[in-house]
T-cell receptor, first 115, second 110 residues
Framework: EAGVAQSPRYKIIEKRQSVAFWCNPISGHATLYWYQQILGQGPKLLIQFQNNGVVDDSQLPKDRFSAERLKGVDSTLKIQPAKLEDSAVYLC?????????????FGPGTRLTVT | QKEVEQNSGPLSVPEGAIASLNCTYSDRGSQSFFWYRQYSGKSPELIMSIYSNGDKEDGRFTAQLNKASQYVSLLIRDSQPSDSATYLCAVNNYGQNFVFGPGTRLSVLP
């Protein structure tokens, strides 16, 4: 079974530029999550999708971050414009509704550096 | 603000010893609890999940949950140098409100 795929793996941009990240979840996983992990901290949930609907986006900085999951499979996370404090690893995870424990499986992440 | 707290470490144990990692959480509504292992530069990897009060064992790993005390722990028996990593505790409430702790760095000394 293929895991969660993310691209790009690394991205360097200047502040005020825009960036987009892509995620393809494990096949059949209806729930998709985007996390931000700043160095030395635990992952922070940005947004959670169930199929193509948003379940939780309470910690998403909506003035600059947006995310979509068209057709309930792939998802993109966009930052526009980026700030220095957005430098972090952006992790995508997915889980299956059949998993009563809500176990999440993570992709390799995208390391963003904002200069 | 729902919080999950962990001792940041580093926790150092000799090879072959038992490593004990602890986690407390603030949301009494939390129902599912997870331990993830994260190697430096890698993404989190699920070790165990636990739902009910008591112990759950999987190989060298035992998760312990006490909802009354809002406490969850992970024991690693016969620790190996390959267990050296950051261990993340995570909680959620019926598939929502996922919160991760800051992680505890474990170092297993040969």
């Amino acid at each position: 079974e293929a895991g969660v795929a993310q691209s790009p793996r690394y991205k360097i941009i200047e502040k005020r530029q825009s960036v987009a990240f892509w995620c393809n979840p494990i096949s059949g996983h209806a729930t998709l999550y985007w996390y931000q992990q700043i160095l030395g901290q635990g992952p922070k949930l940005l947004i959670q999708f169930q199929n193509n609907g948003v379940v939780d986006d309470s910690q998403l900085p909506k003035d600059r971050f947006s995310a979509e999951r068209l057709k309930g499979v792939d998802s993109t996370l966009k930052i526009q414009p980026a700030k220095l404090e957005d430098s972090a690893v952006y992790l995508c995870a997915s889980s299956s509704p059949a998993s009563a424990d809500y176990e999440q499986y993570f992709g390799p992440g995208t390391r963003l550096t904002v200069t | 603000q729902k919080e999950v707290e962990q001792n940041s470490g580093p926790l150092s144990v000799p090879e072959g010893a038992i490593a004990s990692l602890n986690c407390t959480y603030s949301d009494r509504g939390s129902q599912s609890f997870f331990w993830y292992r994260q190697y430096s530069g890698k993404s989190p990897e699920l070790i165990m999940s636990i739902y009910s009060n008591g112990d759950k064992e999987d190989g060298r790993f035992t998760a312990q949950l006490n909802k009354a005390s809002q406490y969850v722990s992970l024991l690693i028996r016969d620790s190996q140098p390959s267990d050296s990593a950051t261990y993340l505790c995570a909680v959620n409430n019926y598939g929502q409100n996922f919160v991760f702790g800051p992680g505890t760095r474990l170092s297993v000394l040969p």
